[in-house]
């Protein structure tokens, strides 16, 4: 009934308010479209330093983020030089972000109506590590990537087709970066008024260079267990107890030391495992040697000390 009442032109009227209101217009004539379609480019350029202590990574980046112009695109705009302030902006914000320092910052136009927004910093992350398998142990840094006010109903956050590049320059004193992965983050985190946001995640992984902990702490602690089970070849007990007592006071500085310069000291890495088992080792090479020689026959005192002597 209400299809025969109303005339052809009011329904194509009503059509023509609704295809509107759905994208929106601004108020001067131009049309909007969401959500925006924003590619990131996201390029590391120098990883400057990752440390077990503070659980900090520091980052020299580019990142770049295209869009197509609401302004400037749709055929109800009329004036081209759009002023500063209707300039969309996506405003990424890094979630892991401590500190920042903007080196570089350009805005590009092209003809087709594209801006892309580049800016180069310097950039500190916090990176939550586990140390269960040090000294060989992978570390994984995440980065989110997400607009700091607009939700996913505004722009929608997609990567390029290599939004990723790992640099050449990369190795540092403890870590070598061998990946970066880049992917869309279905559990994006959510504002204080649960706002869905759109959101991208970069993850680095990190090989830890175990030849530092190799040459200072692995090889000497296992010779100085080897010593300590050499030591079944001297009779003399008294140089036995004090190789014995040496060797426990180096290994235990040697792990003190190592030990102290990670956020997580006293925590369960397989570094224990070694340390475990060289200790274990010397006490029961000392264990061993009173057994053996307790089982000795008796000998004349003078040969002791003449032993001794020798020795």
């Known amino acids: 009934m209400i299809m025969k009442v109303l005339p052809r032109s009011c329904w194509l009227f009503i059509l023509w308010i609704l295809a509107f209101s759905s994208t929106g217009e601004s108020s001067q004539g131009v049309v909007r479209v969401y959500p925006l379609i924003v590619k990131v480019h996201f390029e590391i350029d120098e990883i400057l330093f990752l440390d077990d202590d503070s659980q ?22 009329s004036d081209k030089n759009v002023p500063s302030k209707n300039e969309f902006d996506p405003e990424l914000f890094m979630d892991a972000q401590d500190e920042s320092v903007l080196l570089h910052r350009s805005t590009q136009v092209t003809s087709e109506g ?10 500190t992350f916090t990176c939550r590590m586990r140390f269960n398998w040090l000294p060989v142990d992978v570390q994984i840094c995440s980065i989110t990537l997400r607009s ?8 929608f956050l997609s990567w390029e087709d290599d939004p990723i590049v790992l640099p050449a320059n990369g190795n540092n004193a403890n870590f070598t970066p061998i ?26 992984v990190f090989q830890r260079n175990y030849h530092r902990y190799l040459i200072a702490y692995i090889i000497p602690t296992g010779l100085l267990a080897l010593v300590a089970w050499l030591t079944l070849f001297i009779r003399c007990s008294s140089i036995r107890a004090l190789i014995i007592v040496v060797c426990m006071f180096t290994i235990t500085t040697l ?7 990670l956020a997580c000291p006293w925590c369960l890495k397989l570094l224990d495992a070694w340390t475990l088992t060289c200790g274990v080792s010397c006490n029961t090479s000392w264990i061993g040697k009173s057994l053996a020689f307790v089982r000795l026959p008796a000998t004349p005192s003078y040969v002791l000390r003449t032993q001794c002597t020798v020795s």
């Open 255 to 261: 792990m003190y030391a190592t030990y102290m310069n």
């Open 148 to 155: 700091a006010i607009y939700d996913k109903h505004v722009i």
């Open 179 to 204: 990946a970066v992965e880049s992917s869309l983050d279905g559990d994006c985190l959510k504002s204080a008024d649960a706002t869905d946001f759109s959101c991208l995640r970069v993850k680095i």
């Open 56 to 77: 900090r990574m520091g980052l020299r980046i580019t990142l770049a983020t295209q869009w197509k112009d609401p302004y400037r695109t749709h055929v109800h705009t």
């Open 114 to 123: 594209k801006r892309r927004q580049s800016q180069r910093l310097i950039s």
